[in-house]
């Protein structure tokens, strides 16, 4: 007698956070959602790739008239312009991740009540559409190095990749709190664009550390943005003296809170279904 084949699915124990071989088995499903993200963002709008250019463009701008000129805040040896819009591009990689994957899950209900599938993958796809976000805003910052004469240290070509992966850890681990919180509690929806805006005054987009007591860089460094973006200024204002040891804890605080956030999704992920 030919017995039908039957699939069951389990929750998996808490302690298996990350399923490399199951996430490896809906890797195309994976490219799925990050393709469709650029597709709407950059197909169904109607500025595309000219959004992700205006914005670190405008704020620069803004940002350079009142905080640079009006202000007066110091920006070593790099000019002011220049100085903010490294912080702007590796923050807006940073934002523009987490505002998506908070989001993702519950963009995504429809397909999550139908089917089964890792739903980690969802908002771990949104770090491929800010990456694209991040390559149009780096050629910008391309162009301004150029414009200004400035010529970066050799460190830069590991220092930027180095600080994409920390920023990708911080973004995806901030992101997978946030998406879990959103299936039950809709306001997070509504609280996430002011907490955003908040941390941006809490990372040295606008400002340089050296300006702050040494105790308090130390604490700074515990926000993961903080050792990328200084060590970008400082390589691009060809100096080969980067703060290793803040870098490191920025490093070491990406990884806690990506497992944080991977924890909390994990312990989660079995109800999304039910309450999404």
């Given at each position: 007698m030919d017995e039908k084949l039957k699939i069951i699915i389990k929750p998996k124990p808490k302690w298996i956070l990350l399923d490399i071989k199951e996430i490896w088995r809906y890797r195309e499903l994976f490219w799925i959602f990050a393709w469709r993200d650029l597709k709407v963002r950059y197909k169904q709008t109607l500025l595309g790739v000219v959004w992700a250019l205006f914005q670190p463009l405008f704020s620069m701008l803004i940002f350079t008239i009142f905080f640079g000129n009006i202000a007066k805040i110091p920006s070593g040896n790099l000019p002011y312009a220049l100085f903010v819009l490294i912080g702007l591009v590796f923050w807006?990689?940073?934002?523009?991740?987490?505002?998506?994957?908070s989001n993702s899950l519950i963009e995504n209900e429809g397909i999550i009540k139908k089917v089964y599938f890792p739903?980690?993958?969802i908002p771990l796809s949104t770090i491929v559409t800010g990456f694209v976000d991040f390559v149009i805003a780096f050629a910008?910052?391309?162009?301004?190095?150029?414009?200004f004469?400035?010529?970066?240290?050799?460190?830069?070509?590991?220092v930027i990749p180095f600080g994409l992966l920390i920023s990708a850890f911080a973004a995806g681990g901030t992101g997978l709190l946030f998406s879990a919180f959103n299936v039950k509690y809709r306001d997070v929806r509504?609280?996430?664009?002011?907490?955003?805006?908040?941390?941006?005054?809490?990372?040295?987009?606008?400002?340089?550390?050296?300006i702050m007591r040494p105790?308090?860089?130390?604490?700074?460094?515990?926000?993961?943005?903080?050792?990328?973006?200084?060590?970008?200024?400082?390589?691009?204002?060809?100096s080969a003296a980067?703060?290793?040891?803040i870098l490191g804890i920025s490093a070491i605080s990406s990884i806690v809170i990506f497992v944080v956030g991977l924890y909390y999704f994990r312990s989660t992920e079995r109800f999304f279904a039910d309450i999404v």
């Open positions: 807006g990689f940073f934002s523009g991740t987490l505002s998506h994957a739903r980690l993958i910008l910052l391309l162009l301004a190095t150029l414009y004469r400035i010529l970066p240290n050799g460190l830069v070509l590991f509504y609280i996430l664009p002011f907490f955003i805006q908040t941390l941006i005054f809490l990372t040295p987009v606008i400002y340089p550390t050296n105790e308090f860089r130390t604490l700074m460094a515990l926000n993961p943005m903080t050792g990328v973006i200084e060590s970008l200024r400082t390589v691009f204002a060809g980067v703060n290793w040891n």
